[in-house]
């Protein structure tokens, strides 16, 4: 019997032209033998097989029994419930739309990250205490080029405080923050922090599921960014500007809660309807079934009456652990989840409305909830 060694020709034809590949770039960063490159120009966001050792749609490394690429993929196979039981010993159930884990409100106690972050500057803070507490070496976060004027993403390593300052807030666009792995490797990181939206942080988990070497070890924290869809980049022109007159370098905060919030470097405040952002919804987030970045140790997001607390979401005993340790500290502050029945119902439907994407004809895992209930 032939045994089933899957490797990029799988992959290629499996996810990458198939429409589910969301362009995380795991597959990129684990490959051993640097066959694989990451297009993120135009709106790509997608891996490539470099025209050498197999050309675009194979792979002679491959063909020799390499398989890291499919191990590393967050959209190859089984990858739900193989994820869900190497990180939580269990499937889950079909109550569990949203992913195992217990629903929370917390924020900074820091008012400068309240007002620095996006939602509550809980993830600014968890980072800070985790590379200050001697949990983590660095962590992989989304910056913006230059002096932030163009709203240009680019995946960026952050080892202090005020790197984390930085960085925080929400861009819309996509960063495939793992881009920036090699970069934290270089500079001798051992445990890394990943920051990313459900795409990315299933990574860590389908890397640590199917055992795919060190990358998978070093990835240490998952931190998760409950997430819709990401826009591509012309969205800047072809609405924001076109039609609300507001140019990329003129956009000094944006949020979404159910309209695009934007604040102007002039102290104005605009509103744009989110239907008429649709249209530029990413190619790669079209069959995402993964609204609450379920396969984070922490998931974190903006739904709810409080704008100034994150809503999170517990997930494993790691994420319990850090939890814990920040309250004691006086890091954080949380109130339960029930303080906003609004907010979780929401989880709710919006996690249900994601896994209608999944394509029917692709493994049934993330389809198999109920996901036609109300
Ligand atoms: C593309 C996107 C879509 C989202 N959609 C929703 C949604 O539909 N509903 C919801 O409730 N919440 C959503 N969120 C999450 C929300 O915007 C906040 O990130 C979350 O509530 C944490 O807030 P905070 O104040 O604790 O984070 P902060 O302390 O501000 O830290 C935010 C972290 O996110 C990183 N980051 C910013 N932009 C990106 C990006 N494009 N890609 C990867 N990392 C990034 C930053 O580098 C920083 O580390 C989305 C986030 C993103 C990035
Ligand atoms: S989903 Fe991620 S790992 Fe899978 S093929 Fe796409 S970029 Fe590679
Ligand atoms: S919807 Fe969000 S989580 Fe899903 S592929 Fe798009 S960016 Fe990733």
Known sequence: MAIDKPHWRELFSEVVTSGSCTGCAACVIVCPHDVLDYDDKNG???PFHLDIDGGKADCTHGEKGCTLCTRACPRFRNWESEIDIRKFERDRTDEEIFGIGDVLL???SDPFHVENGQDGGFVSSLLIYALENDIIDAA???GLEGDGATWQTEPRVVTTRDQVIETAGSRY?????LLAYASAVENGAERIALVGMGCMASAPGAMQAR?????ARRLSLTIGLLCSKTFDDKIFEELFEAQYG???ADIKKINIKGVFQIWTHDGNYHEVPLKEGHVFTREGCKQCPDFAAEHADISTGGIGDFG????VIVRTEQGRELMEAMKRDGVIETRPGDDDPGAVALLHRLARVSRKR??????????RLPVTSA
């Open 246 to 248: 507001l140019k990329r």
């Open 358 to 367: 999944w394509p029917e004809t692709a493994n049934p895992g993330p389809r």
């Open 44 to 46: 790509a966001y997608k």
């Open 140 to 142: 992989l976060v989304s």
């Open 211 to 215: 055992k795919a070497g060190k990358v």
């Open 308 to 311: 100034d607390w994150t809503l």
């Open 173 to 177: 666009t996509y960063s495939a923050n």
């Open 106 to 108: 917390a924020r900074s």
